[in-house]
């Protein structure tokens, strides 16, 4: 401090204070490792991007390169080909191909809303209630994650014919209700939201439904986009071969095997028709995954609000 004499009274000066600059902290990885890191995600999503990049190209090339060998990721001469043989032969089908992506699109959409919606209220009672047989309930939807869809088809099927199903919507539709990967999903999220925020929720006058649509719904969005990921996924690439015999309730993958012919008996000049319908097949789930991916990070990671 300075000492400054104004009319004999003594006033002390405050200092100037220097101009300080911020620290900006950084990270403790130096500039090789940073290179490293960068380095090990590239590798591995060239890893994964490779057989996308793979099926694109071939639905794009000619014959006499999809027998080339040894194979090439990218295509020489692209040509379209291929995806006009396919609408071609789907054209001269006696089922309208329109037909086809109906039979799909209900399906899928259908099954999927209703997934959502009988999971996400499931989950909302087991994870919010106490009652008798819930912690049991919840296991037995664990357990079932363990088996895979082919051991659980035969008993699916005496069920279905039993109940008169078979060859139906209804034999595709309403066990995808009980997918049980969207109800685990839903109820690890559903339990991040804090008890005290729906109690106060039911001080203010909100029902049970409103609670659930208005309030859980919202703060769970991650995790039931992720099971739309999954469902539409399941129903979309699945022929239902063994539930629906009636051509006219075929779905779109079936009708695309029955042109590129069995995998046991491959068609040779259908091999171009074959890489088009493989490409087809994947725009719907990746576009979809595209999307919603951020949401599907933020569900893995298991976040949320916390009590």
């Known amino acids: 401090m300075e000492t400054v004499i104004i009319n004999k009274v003594r006033v002390e000066k405050p200092k100037k204070r220097k101009n300080s600059t911020r620290q900006v902290r950084r990270p403790n990885r130096s500039m ?18 490779f057989p996308l990049v793979f099926a694109i190209n071939h639905a794009f090339k000619p014959l006499n390169e999809l027998f080339m060998f040894p194979p090439r990721l990218f295509v020489i001469n692209p040509t379209t080909n291929n995806l006009q043989d396919l609408f ?42 106490t009652f008798p047989g819930s912690k049991f309930f919840f296991n037995l939807v664990i357990t ?14 005496l069920i279905l014919a039993r ?10 539709i309403i066990p ?22 729906i109690e106060s929720a039911k001080i203010d006058g909100a029902g049970e439904w409103r ?11 991650p ?46 000049a ?17 576009t979809l995954f595209i999307i919603a991916q951020s949401n599907i990070l933020r569900t893995m990671a298991n976040s949320g609000i916390k009590e």
């Not at 993958?253 to 995998?263: E, H, K, N, R």
Request: hydrophobic residues 55%; positive net charge.
């Open 32 to 49: 090789s490792g940073d290179i490293f890191i960068i380095f090990i995600l590239c590798l591995f999503g060239a890893f994964f991007a």
């Open 88 to 129: 071609i032969l789907m054209s001269r089908s006696w089922v309208t191909f329109s037909r086809y992506i109906f039979n799909t699109v209900f399906i899928t959409f259908t099954g999927t809303l209703g997934h959502l919606v009988v999971a996400s209220m499931g989950a909302y009672a087991v994870s919010k209630y």
């Open 144 to 157: 079932t994650l363990m088996f895979s869809g082919f051991v659980t088809a035969i008993p699916n099927f």
């Open 163 to 172: 109940l008169g199903w078979i060859d139906t919507y209804f034999a595709v």
């Open 176 to 197: 995808a209700f009980a997918f049980p990967m969207g109800f685990f999903l839903m109820k690890q999220f559903i339990d991040t939201v804090p008890q005290s925020l």
């Open 211 to 221: 609670i659930y649509a208005r309030i859980v719904m919202p703060l769970v969005k």
């Open 223 to 268: 995790a039931w986009l992720t099971g739309m990921i999954f469902s539409v996924q399941a129903l979309w690439n699945n022929p239902h071969a063994n539930l629906i015999y009636t051509e006219q309730l075929k779905t779109l993958p079936f009708a695309l095997q029955q042109i590129v012919g069995s995998p046991h008996t491959p068609n040779i």
């Open 270 to 286: 259908r091999a171009g028709v074959g890489a088009a319908v493989t490409m087809v097949m994947m725009i719907v789930p990746i």
